[in-house]
T-cell receptor
Framework: DQQVKQNSPSLSVQEGRISILNCDYT??????FLWYKKYPAEGPTFLIS?????DKNEDGRFTVFLNKSAKHLSLHIVPSQPGDSAVYFC???????????FGTGTRLQVFP | NAGVMQNPRHLVRRRGQEARLRCSPM?????VYWYRQLPEEGLKFMVY????????ESGMPKERFSAEFPKEGPSILRIQQVVRGDSAAYFC????????????FGPGTRLLVL
């Protein structure tokens, strides 16, 4: 039972363009969402988060959008850079427990 | 400004041996979480600990796996009598207080069981 889903295993984007990574969830008790970036052989690096009381959070080139009615969130990276090439994980936690539930990840490749 | 430390980074064990994975949280963080990532999968929650307390171990296999976070020293994830299916990357994360604080991850320990 996959409560957090990232349906696109990979995404390829040209440098300078926008990258949009998507994430869907099923548990309506989730109220805090995070995006992590992961390089091979390293641990996940925190990028940006959003609380369920908001629908948008922005930090530099990264913006996360939350659509609670659709149980959908997305990460926008603009402009995309080659150094953004990595696997991006969406994660969620609920009001009861602090454990994070992760999606399976989307591998982003930004080419020149 | 040391981040979350994990050691060893790589660990090779033969079937039936014990594996001990260590995690030192970030300075000022008193909450530790362990996650496991199997090949081609996302991270799966295993256990959540505070100093001397296991808060949530709902993701831990019922047998062979145990975790502790003593008053002094690092958190330890212990796997007894390892099997090939235990081969995975094990990540530790820490956060400063409970209640939806961002978790910061260590570099992971890659366990290979021969």
């Amino acid at each position: 039972d996959q409560q957090v889903k990232q349906n696109s295993p990979s995404l390829s984007v040209q440098e300078g363009r926008i990258s949009i990574l998507n994430c869907d969830y099923t548990n309506s008790m989730f109220d805090y969402f995070l995006w992590y970036k992961k390089y091979p052989a390293e641990g996940p690096t925190f990028l940006i988060s959003i609380s369920s009381i908001k629908d948008k959070n922005e930090d530099g080139r990264f913006t996360v959008f939350l659509n609670k009615s659709a149980k959908h969130l997305s990460l926008h990276i603009v402009p995309s850079q080659p150094g953004d090439s990595a696997v991006y994980f969406c994660a969620a936690s609920d009001v009861v427990t602090d454990k994070l539930i992760f999606g399976t990840g989307t591998r982003l490749q930004v080419f020149p | 400004n040391a981040g979350v430390m994990q050691n060893p980074r790589h660990l090779v064990r033969r079937r039936g041996q014990e594996a001990r994975l260590r995690c030192s949280p970030m300075k000022g963080h008193s909450h530790v979480y362990w996650y496991r990532q199997l090949p081609e999968e996302g991270l799966k929650f295993m256990v959540y600990l505070q100093k001397e307390n296991i808060i949530d171990e709902s993701g831990m296999p019922k047998e062979r796996f145990s975790a502790e976070f003593p008053k002094e020293g690092p958190s330890i994830l212990r796997i007894q009598q390892v099997v090939r299916g235990d081969s995975a990357a094990y990540f530790c994360a820490s956060s400063p207080i409970e209640g939806h604080e961002t978790q910061y991850f260590g570099p992971g320990t890659r366990l290979l069981v021969l």
